[in-house]
């Protein structure tokens, strides 16, 4: 059995394996038939639909096997699929992706926990949605909204301990974006009435354009999660590590905890959750 991982993040799809009309469930002792012969209108008759109805456990094995010039995790030796219906296909060189989706799988004991599998979660993503060009152009769109609000371009003067670490990890972001993009970043102190420069959101919106489902499904996560579309980029383009992105995504988290101490439950709680959030991004990316 895979070594089990407890990577946590909220889920809106959960995604399993699907099977045909008429399958077999595996019960302790028994084997019951299921037979569907009702047209309906929803998504696709998949185990998908069956695991979220019961949130139960119903498979035994989980593995990874290479199914032509892809690689597939099983459950029973059946491929798991997208909640679309997709088979979840990888290229072959991202075997550490398929090893993650297969242990949070197998991670999971009697009851089902969608929010326990974001690498799944984000792979169906890219899957089911980035592979489309024009989602990724509205995906596009979306995220380079971020820009006027992003959260390191918004700097205060006090308290000194907020002051200290926005320029230890903002300061550094931001000069590197300007250089490496040749744009013009804009400081602000105030969220109203402020915008970036257009010529600064035309030539990251064109270095976005060439990003491919995997690059899309990760900056797509990341800027979500930080609130930073350049935090988002420059973990993309592995200008900064997982820690790096958490620790800029929490300064003002962390200035209030150097003042107040830490919150339990709360703030120990965020601090892992935003690291397995970032982490499901950064390996998607992963070619080894």
Not at 11 to 33: D, E, H, K, M, Q
Not at 106 to 121: E, F, R, V, Y
């Amino acid at each position: 059995m895979l070594a089990r991982l407890g990577l946590k993040q909220h889920l809106s799809l959960a995604c399993i394996t699907s099977s045909p009309a008429n399958f077999t469930r595996l019960i302790p002792g028994r084997a019951v038939r299921w037979q569907s012969t009702v047209a309906h209108d929803g998504p696709p008759v998949t185990e998908t639909n069956r695991a979220e109805a019961t949130m139960k456990r119903f498979w035994k094995d989980v593995g990874v096997e290479q199914r032509e010039n892809s690689l597939v995790v099983t459950l029973d030796k059946r491929a798991l699929k997208t909640p679309s219906g997709h088979t979840l296909l990888l290229p072959t060189n991202k075997p550490l992706v398929a090893t993650l989706i297969a242990a949070e799988w197998d991670g999971q004991d009697t009851l089902l926990k969608p929010h326990a599998l974001p690498m799944t979660s984000i792979t169906a993503r890219a899957i089911d949605a980035l592979n489309d060009e024009t989602t990724r152009a509205e995906v596009r769109a979306a995220l380079i909204k971020y820009l006027d609000t992003d959260t390191i371009c918004f700097f205060q003067d006090d308290p000194p301990q907020l002051v200290e670490l926005q320029s230890e990890h903002w300061e550094p972001l931001m000069n590197w974006v300007k250089t490496e993009f040749g744009v013009d970043i804009m400081k602000s102190e105030s969220i109203l009435a402020f915008s970036q420069p257009k010529e600064t959101k035309e030539r990251l919106a064109e270095v976005m354009s060439s990003f491919d489902q995997w690059e899309m499904a990760a900056m797509e996560r990341t800027t979500y999660v930080t609130k930073s579309f350049i935090i988002a980029l420059a973990l993309v383009k592995k200008h900064i590590n997982v820690e790096q992105a958490s620790l800029a995504a929490q300064v003002e988290v962390n200035s209030q905890i150097e003042r107040w101490g830490e919150v339990e439950d709360t703030h120990d709680v965020d601090y892992h959750d935003i690291r397995r959030q970032l982490a499901s991004a950064a390996c998607l990316l992963s070619t080894s």
